[in-house]
Nanobody
Framework: QVQLVESGGGLVQTGGSLRLSCIAS????????MGWFRQAPGKEREFVAS????????YYASSVKGRFLISRDNSQNLLELLINTLLPEDTGVYYC??????????????????WGQGTQVTVSS
């Protein structure tokens, strides 16, 4: 069973950037399409971005498209999310997960598993 650990969150000002990382252990990340989700206080976990097993195909939520970039390095069991032009509404806990459907074209949190503990992103206005 793969275990995921997210890191890289922090407190940044509006317009700033962050690079989030998700490291896998206990299994090969290349086995899975991967996704990033986020959860703001009092809200449901929402889809942010996903990537195919080989990294060639990606999909983004409309709210982050053009600002976020998902990438992976299977040789290092690493998934990343580069976040640019941060907005206050990007605040939340960011999680990475493995797709259980076999597809990166999955946008519901129930289609993902092996969540890490999350990393907090706070954007000040």
């Amino acid at each position: 069973q793969v275990q995921l650990v997210e890191s890289g969150g922090g407190l940044v000002q509006t317009g700033g950037s962050l690079r989030l990382s998700c490291i896998a252990s206990g299994g090969a990340l290349s086995t899975y399409p991967m996704g990033w989700f986020r959860q703001a206080p009092g809200k449901e976990r929402e889809f942010v971005a996903s990537v195919s097993r080989n990294g060639l195909y990606t999909y983004y939520a409309s709210s982050v498209k053009g600002r976020f970039l998902i990438s992976r390095d299977n040789s290092q069991n690493l998934l990343e999310l580069l976040i640019n032009t941060l907005l206050p509404e990007d605040t939340g806990v960011y999680y990475c997960g493995t797709s259980v459907t076999g597809s990166y074209y999955s946008f519901n949190s129930s289609a993902y598993a092996n969540w890490g503990q999350g990393t907090q992103v706070t954007v000040s206005s």
